[in-house]
């Protein structure tokens, strides 16, 4: 009996390699394992032997099946590769089972609106430019008429850069405090006529509260060319409201002092939040949005333009308060929390 399990393996072997089609598979297995096959008449005959032998024959019994079944399946897998790896996906591959959702990522709601003004902008024909966020402390108070002895400085508490003895750049660095500091470098580079935005974030030694952070978003503007008047600058400030509001935005322009401009005007938006009924983010009603006035002859100066040739006018756009104002934020510290719970809502 022994004997004869270890043919029906070496039986089994032989006939597997000539087989070239997948039917004779079916053929063979039925011809050794279907109900009158020749192992399974081999272990019906396994009642015939002694009590004692049964144990031993038994298991070689099934460790040959297990052997001849490893045969069929190699033989299978070389006929028919493809088949056998589709075999292999679907077993290890549950349909019922539900998938992990894959969360896709989005632009950050300040993202969303900057996209917007600069397309706006560039309607206008200014052109965008960037310029570095550690700047020297010429471009961000000298050249915009603000010495060293100026009060406005008081009112900026600048974050000022420690540089050691071996550090080759001479003038003090500070983190910038307004987009305004690229005015002069963008004169210097473009003389006039022009018309650029500066978009950018800006670093601000004050303390926090719904309205005020010490990290923010800005968007500069300056307009250089000939007979530039306040009809024009309030013209261009209402338009970019309208557009980015997509409707008519309540403004009032009052007096304010800037050094860099001349005269100078704070342009207030109703607060979009309550309505102009008052609330922790405007507190009367009015919020501060744009800043502006005509370029102060001394920064035209010191971009090298002539004063009594060229005149020109520049706002500042509050640019987070403007997303505040877009999506009724009544915190401007969340825009910079890193909170997700927050951001998922846009």
């Known amino acids: 009996m022994e004997n004869l399990f270890k043919q029906i393996k070496e039986k089994v072997e032989k006939e597997l390699k000539e087989i070239n089609i997948s039917d004779d598979f079916e053929k063979l297995e039925k011809k050794y394992f279907g109900r009158k096959g020749e192992f399974t008449l081999a272990i019906k005959n396994l009642k015939d032997l002694a009590e004692e032998k049964r144990p031993v024959i038994g298991k ?32 290890g591959f549950d349909p019922t089972l539900q998938g992990d959702k894959k969360e896709l990522g989005h632009l950050h709601p300040c993202t969303i609106v900057l996209n917007d003004v600069v397309d706006v902008m560039n309607s206008m024909g200014f052109m965008v430019l960037d310029g570095p966020e550690l700047e020297s402390e010429y471009y961000n108070f000298e050249s915009l008429n603000i010495p060293k002895t100026h009060p406005a400085r008081e009112m900026q508490d600048t974050y000022f850069i420690k540089t050691d003895k071996n550090f080759k750049y001479k003038e003090k660095l ?6 305004s500091a690229l005015q002069v470098r963008t004169i210097e580079q473009f003389g006039a006529p022009l018309r650029a935005i500066f978009p950018g974030r800006c670093f601000r030694n004050e303390a926090t509260d719904a309205s005020h952070d010490n990290t923010f ?17 309030v013209s261009i400030m209402n338009s970019i409201l309208n557009q980015i509001f997509k409707r008519d935005v309540k403004t009032r322009l ?15 938006i109703n607060c979009l939040i309550c309505g ?20 102060h002859p001394k920064v035209l100066e010191y971009g090298g333009l002539d ?4 005149n020109g006018f520049a706002f500042g756009i509050g640019f987070t308060r403007l997303v505040m104002m877009l999506y009724g934020i009544n915190d401007i510290r969340l825009l910079q929390s890193g909170d997700l719970r927050f951001i998922k809502q846009f």
């Open 60 to 91: 070689l019994a099934n460790d040959v099946k297990k052997e001849i079944e490893e045969l069929f399946e190699n033989a299978k897998s070389k006929l028919n590769p493809v088949a056998n790896k589709a075999k292999e996906f679907l077993f």
């Open 174 to 179: 500070v983190l910038r405090t307004q987009t």
């Open 217 to 233: 978003y800005q968007i500069e503007g300056l307009m250089i060319d000939r007979n530039i008047s306040i009809a024009n600058l």
């Open 254 to 268: 009052r007096p304010g002092y800037f050094p860099f401009v001349e005269p100078g005007f704070e342009l207030d």
């Open 276 to 295: 102009g009924k008052g609330c922790s983010v405007c507190g009367d009603g009015w919020l501060e949005l744009m800043p502006c006035g005509l370029v």
């Open 307 to 310: 004063p009594k040739e060229w």
